[in-house]
């Protein structure tokens, strides 16, 4: 029965950074007439190209992407944002009579767009400067200690270091009185009768492929990149600043590392990130883990999944 939930309908192929989603998405796509929706969160930034490992116009093969290159680098994107550019494009694929295929490996946008949103109250500008200056006056730690004491299940999810976010539960419990995690039950049901394919890799490949691919991105010039970047016309937002890579290579360019450092500092941090979206991809129940062995090419990976997702009703 076809869903009435359109983000339902949709394919969705995920799985850790380096695990070969991208060419397994463009063949995928070309096997079941799809368009692809990019679930990136830093994909979405124009000028971020080499860095996020971006597809190139030749990498896609002519296969239709979107939500690619919507953002200036200096601009921010909340998930509900990427939710609602999302309802349009997969909306607009499926008036083509296509089928809609998510691509990328960004959890919070799979569980946003799988189990829905708690967008919250408005934000409350006052109490949000009050919230930050107490944070400078007494760090971010101060600032958790009171999240653990009001919410602790949201500050055991939350380092101390995101500030960004434990400001907003705190922000979500002093306008509503309730804690944050309350309200992120709500949506804790898993989607049923969905397609979710989590690529796996052996460990050791991973970390291999990330080794190589940072190589691959300052040979593809990376530092340029970063040069550009830092040359536009405004400062680079926070969140694209941190990005992995990016923060590094900033470092580097401003004498504080050395290339050697910044690129083992790159690998080093991107493995850790791998391992925690394959460790949140396991934890999702419904991501269906599909390993692929080493030496499979993306065409091969493609029509065994293309056989593995059940038909669906004409769109039409």
């Known amino acids: 029965m076809r869903s009435s939930n359109p983000f339902h309908r949709a394919i969705y192929l995920t799985g850790p950074t380096a695990s070969g989603k991208t060419a397994v998405g463009v063949a995928l796509a070309k096997r079941m007439g799809a368009e692809v929706v990019a679930m990136d969160s830093m994909t979405l930034y124009r000028g971020m190209d080499i860095g996020t490992a971006k ?31 999302a309802i349009e494009a997969v909306e ?38 009050a919230l930050e200056e107490e944070a400078d006056r007494l760090g971010n730690d101060a600032l958790h200690a009171r999240l653990r004491e009001a919410d602790p299940v949201t500050a055991a999810r939350l380092p101390p270091g995101d500030r960004r976010r434990v400001i907003r539960a705190l922000e979500v419990l002093a306008t509503t009185g309730r804690p944050l995690s309350e309200f992120q039950t709500e ?7 969905v397609t979710v394919f989590a690529i796996e890799r052996p460990r050791e490949e991973i970390r291999n492929r990330i080794d190589r691919r940072v190589l691959q991105m300052f040979d593809q010039g990376l530092l340029d990149e970063v040069r550009r970047l830092r040359s536009g016309p405004r400062l680079l ?9 990016y923060l590094e290579a900033m470092a580097h360019l401003d004498g504080r590392l050395t290339l050697d450092e910044a690129i083992a500092r790159i690998q080093a941090r991107t493995r850790q990130f791998a391992k925690r979206q394959a460790t949140w991809f396991r934890g999702l129940a419904e991501c269906r883990p599909f390993p692929i062995p080493n030496d499979e090419p993306p065409k091969a990976t493609a029509r065994r999944l293309a056989e593995a997702i059940p038909a669906c009703d004409d769109l039409s």
């Open 55 to 85: 597809p190139t116009v030749d990498e896609r093969e002519g296969v239709t992407h979107h939500l690619i290159d919507v953002l200036n680098p200096w601009d921010s994107a909340s998930v509900a944002d990427y939710r609602g550019w």
């Open 187 to 193: 949506h804790a049901a898993p989607a049923e009768g």
């Open 92 to 129: 607009a694929i499926e008036a083509r009579g296509r089928r809609v295929l998510f691509v990328g490996g960004t959890a919070l946008y799979l569980k946003a767009l799988l189990r829905g949103l708690f967008e919250g109250p408005a934000a409350d500008r006052e109490l949000r400067k």
């Open 237 to 245: 937002h926070p969140v694209p600043a941190q990005g992995v890579g």
